[in-house]
């Protein structure tokens, strides 16, 4: 095994970045720590076939920055951080590169938890811990929390609520059209909600194997060709739920909603967007805000996982969007810089305290 570390400026402000290479098994991976101002860095492990190391290390930073974010606005007593594998997890997953790579969390000392994302799964979790034990989004069966797309939906679902509040005077979806860009981990679960809300559901997925799924499960969502056609079509919600950049210039340009609240990560392409999207009249809701329901479930495994706790913590995103949303409006400044500035501000008020020396 072999290990890299940079602690430097060009790691794009982060406290530490890790490059993990085990030549047997075919494990390459990078571990971003953005920040432990306010605890161990938490973040999930994503296993995805950039085109390049250069794709799959821009991803980690951005990844990495985005959960110190996101663990600061819920609330949570932890850092930022996250890992990506390099490779295709269709050839590359097997025990041993997935206890290779655990060894390498575990050499990081505790300043780094892991769990799922794109391309692990919580049985991927169980193997990892078998050589870590800051791993989490485990199996029921091993104390964890299971998945943590359940939770994940349900904040963006009460993100969702207050955004529909803010513009249409309702904390509800009822009567709204909403279009659900992806119906996987995330996605399928908002897609339930929403229904169940009285809302109407669009929605597209380049899988097949989703789409079976919407037919089987839920026949009343209106199944479209692909994003385009989703975007374009007559919706008051957008809800990118799949890979990050969903929001690009484009896309904003042809977006006919009046709000954007969804699961993925990173959905602005570029900076810039979020004022794109106030000009246009689009209320868009941070993504690091509204899909933190998922960290908050497997972050409660840390204390001894307990559901009806992590969902009570979760149903809170209803009130930090509300306060975000009415910060914007009071400031003059979009959302995204709204939830920036508080999530700044916690970690700096509440990281200072470690300086209090405890003897």
């Given amino acids: ?18 490059f993990c290479q085990d030549r047997h098994t075919g494990l390459k991976a990078i571990i971003g720590i953005y920040s432990t101002a306010l605890g161990p860095a938490l973040g999930g492990t994503r296993f995805y076939p950039y085109a390049t190391e250069e794709d799959a290390l821009r991803d980690v930073l951005h990844l990495s920055r985005a959960m110190a974010y996101k663990n600061a606005l819920a609330g949570l007593d932890l850092g930022g951080g996250k890992a990506v594998i390099w490779g295709d997890p269709a050839q590359l997953k097997s025990e041993a590169l997935l206890r290779a790579y655990g060894r390498f969390v575990q050499s990081l000392g505790g300043r780094y938890y892991t769990a799922c994302d794109v391309g692990t799964y919580v049985p991927d979790m169980d193997v990892i811990a078998r050589e870590t034990r800051f791993v989490t989004g485990r199996s029921v069966e091993h104390g964890g929390a299971g998945d943590s797309s359940i939770l994940t939906a349900w904040g963006v679902f009460q993100g969702m609520r207050a955004a529909a509040e803010h513009v249409w005077g309702s904390p509800t979806l009822a009567g709204r ?17 929403l229904l169940s809300d009285g809302a109407s559901v669009v929605a597209t997925d380049v ?55 969804g699961g993925a990560n990173n959905q602005l392409a570029h900076p810039g967007i979020e004022k794109s999207l106030v000009e246009r009249g689009i209320l868009y809701t941070p993504d690091y805000l509204v899909n933190a329901g998922g960290v908050i479930q497997v972050a409660d495994e840390i204390e001894g996982f307990d559901f009806d706790r992590a969902k009570l913590r ?23 810089v709204a939830a920036d500035r508080l999530a ?14 405890l003897g």
């Fill in 1 to 18: 095994m072999s290990v890299f570390v940079d602690d430097g400026p060009d790691a794009a402000g982060h406290e530490q970045v890790v």
């Fill in 177 to 193: 059209r909403v279009g659900i860009a992806g119906l996987g981990k995330v996605g399928k679960y908002l897609a339930g909600h």
């Fill in 207 to 261: 899988s097949e194997a989703a789409l079976e799924w919407a037919r089987i499960t839920h026949p009343q969502i209106d199944l479209v060709a692909d994003t385009t056609a989703l975007i374009t079509s007559d919706i008051d919600v957008y809800a990118p739920c799949a890979l990050g950049g969903a929001l690009d210039d484009d896309t904003v340009a042809a977006l006919r909603a009046r709000v954007v609240t």
């Fill in 314 to 336: 979760a149903t809170r995103i209803f009130d930090t969007t509300r306060t975000i949303l009415q910060l914007a409006d009071a400031d003059g400044v979009p959302p995204a």
């Fill in 344 to 357: 700044e501000r916690r970690m700096v008020e509440v990281g200072r305290l470690r300086s209090i020396h």
